[in-house]
């Protein structure tokens, strides 16, 4: 039994720090929306497990799961394995996600990247260089990061936990960015 109240322990932590950090999480869905508004799409990705999250993301922004709230653009630049493959045939796994953003994203667009392997380091880079809004989702132990407008880190270095809270942000980043966009938009938005 202390095996179980210890995997509990481990997520109560990192799991409530998420209202110290309502600040960053609000001012992200805020920008999100903005971009959605002017025509903007999200584009999702992230190496490993971390493929699955992408993936995720991108299907509750394309397809809603609440009745009456609105499909927003978005893709996962994991799921087309021959994408990826050719890309990483020809100018290697670093550039898988900096070579389709490079191709599909327009500055308009938002970028979210799990993790800090050089794959998705290199595809915030280009992204923010392309002039697009950039969410980072990390751990703490992939900390510190590449510049991005928006870095939401799960304070704990279990990956277990890291992939749960992380699912809690996204799916508060999907709720959010919603509410925003009923919103008028604010007066600097980026």
Known sequence: MDEVAAALERRVGPGSVLVEDVDQVLRACQDMAVRFRRGGKLIVFGSGGAVTDAQHVAVEFVHPVIVGKQALPAVSLTNDVA???????????????????????SPEDIAMGFGQCAGVLRGLAVARESGLLTVGLRGERDVPAEPVDHLLVVRSDDPLVVKEVHMTIYHLLWELTHVFLEQPEPEGAR
């Open 83 to 105: 994408i990826v493959t050719g890309i990483a045939g020809s100018t290697g796994l670093d550039d898988i996600f900096a070579g389709q953003l490079r191709l599909l994203a």
